[in-house]
């Protein structure tokens, strides 16, 4: 069975700095496309950054694009999102998901771990 465990959330100022972590068991990242979402209070869940599962490219949200840079570690079979600058509006749950060789799309993705908090206050 394949599970992933999200890490790394909390409460940080704005302008602040988050690592978020993704740890899979059940499966090797090496062969799955990774990606986080991330879902804000009152808001649909939105595409936030993916992988492609080679590692070989990666995939950004406009919003995101300069702020956050997706990552995997294949022998910690963990998928990493570093965040800089944060902004009050980036107040949401992320959520990691998975596919078995995903290709780093928006969508399509069959796994999915409980998500992290993310909080930024201004």
């Known amino acids: 069975q394949v599970r992933l465990l999200e890490s790394g959330g909390g409460l940080v100022q704005a302008g602040g700095s988050l690592r978020l972590s993704c740890t899979v068991s059940g499966r090797t990242v090496s062969t799955t496309g990774m990606a986080w979402f991330r879902q804000a209070p009152g808001k649909e869940r939105e595409f936030v950054a993916a992988i492609h599962w080679s590692g070989a490219s990666t995939n950004y949200a406009d919003l995101v694009k300069g702020q956050c840079t997706i990552s995997k570690d294949n022998a910690k079979n963990t998928v990493y999102l570093q965040m800089e600058k944060l902004k009050p509006e980036d107040t949401a749950v992320y959520y990691c998901?998975?596919?078995?060789w995903g290709l780093g799309h928006q969508d399509g993705y069959y796994y999915w771990g409980q998500g992290t908090q993310v909080t930024v206050s201004s």
């Open positions: 998901a998975a596919q078995p």
